[in-house]
Every structure is written in C-alpha cells, then in structure tokens.
C-alpha cells in the first residue's frame, strides 16, 4: 500500500448525515492536509494539521491526527449535497514532496 | 498572478505526437509540483521543483517526459512520442515556503487518441 491511504474508498450518505474518511500513512511526517476535489480539477485545500497536533476544525470540518497509529481522520458535520466531491490527505514523507492517496469518494444525497 | 495557471485547459493530440504543458505558479512561490491524474485515480508524483535546487524527478514515468521549470517562474512539462497512456489531467501546484499549503491549478486534460 502507498502512503497516505484513504479508506473508505466511497461513501455515500444522506444529506445532514456526518460523513467519516480516514487516512493511514506509513513513515513519519511534518505535517498531514485534506484537500477537496470536484468533477477531476484542481484540489482545494482544506485544512492543515501539524505533527504535534492532535485536533482541528475549520467551519464544519474536523481533523484529527494520532501519530502513534500513523493515522488521520476528516469529519464532515451535517453533510450537504455541495459536499460531494472526492477528498484526498497529503503528507509529507522524508520532508521532500507531497505523497497523495487515493481518495475517499464521497456522495451526499439529497 | 491570483492563482496557479494552466495551458492548455484540453489538448487532444495523436499517438506519437509531442505535447507542452505549461504552469504558470502563484508569485513568490518557490515550490513547484507536477502531478498527473488518470481518470477515477489518485493522484501520481511526478516531478519537483524548489528555488535552485535540483529538481526531484523521481516521479517521472519513462524518459519520455522531461520538466523545465527557470528560476522561480513558469514550467513547462514536455512529454514526447505521446502514448495512449499518457492521457490523463495533467496537474500543477506551487507553495512558499515548501511543504506548506499546495495551491493546484485547475490541470490540463490531455487525450492521446
């Protein structure tokens, strides 16, 4: 497997419904960000969490980080339908370049 | 410029034909990352650039495709002889400092028909 993992691979849920992705990566890192993704463009960055933190929220997303398990987890409060797009996590492995998983899919019906 | 720029938006090319993509970075980044994109996968390393240093081409493919990037400005990513392989979006990010927050543009759709 890669470095920085996402699973589920698709996840589909009802509008208002939490939505959970989760990141697993392999080497230690500087840092770990979430980007969005629609219809294949360019990635929006989401939000940034660094190495010695455990926890973020921006607006309705929440982020947390356990270095110990090598893994990372977005939350999704109170999905919407303009939520669904793919979403991807990034590290920084070696500190040299950005490693990007695969993505989780997500669909939000409405 | 506001954003990270790219040209063409779409090329569709034939088989064996050489093809530039060009990244126009945000201003002051020195961090310059090309990525490509298969349809419905992840995204795939492929080439690097920071201030003077030597470029990381580690992600490159075959000796097909090669990345120029001068100084802190444009880059150009060049892959010859396309191969139906090679469609993809072809994306491009730049940061300041490196290792930061990545800004993308919006990629360049390449089809090899």
């Known amino acids: 497997s890669q470095q920085g993992e996402e699973d589920p691979q698709a996840l589909s849920i009802q509008e208002g419904e939490n939505a959970t992705m989760n990141c697993s990566y392999k080497t230690s890192i500087n840092n770990l960000q979430w980007y969005r993704q629609n219809s294949g463009r360019g990635l929006v960055h989401l939000i940034l969490i660094r190495s010695n933190e455990r926890e973020k929220h921006s607006g309705r997303l929440r982020v947390t980080l356990d270095t110990s398990k090598k893994s990372s987890s977005l939350l999704i409060t109170a999905s919407r339908a303009a939520d669904t797009a793919s979403y991807f996590c990034a590290t920084t492995p070696q500190g040299q370049n950005f490693v990007f998983g695969p993505g989780t899919r997500l669909s939000v019906l409405p | 410029g506001a954003g990270v720029s790219q040209s063409p938006s779409n090329k569709v090319t034939e088989k064996g034909k050489d093809v530039e993509l060009r990244c126009d970075p945000i201003?002051?980044?020195?961090?310059l990352y090309w990525y490509r994109q298969r349809l419905g996968q992840g995204l795939e390393f492929l080439i690097y650039f920071q201030g003077n240093s030597a470029p990381d081409k580690s992600g490159l493919p075959s000796d097909r495709f090669s990345a120029e990037r001068t100084g802190e400005s444009v880059s150009t990513l060049t892959i010859q002889r396309t191969q139906q392989e090679d469609s993809a979006v072809y994306l491009c990010a730049s940061s300041t400092p490196p290792l930061s927050t990545i800004y993308f543009g919006e990629g360049s759709w390449l089809t090899v028909v």
């Open positions: 201003s002051g980044h020195t961090a």
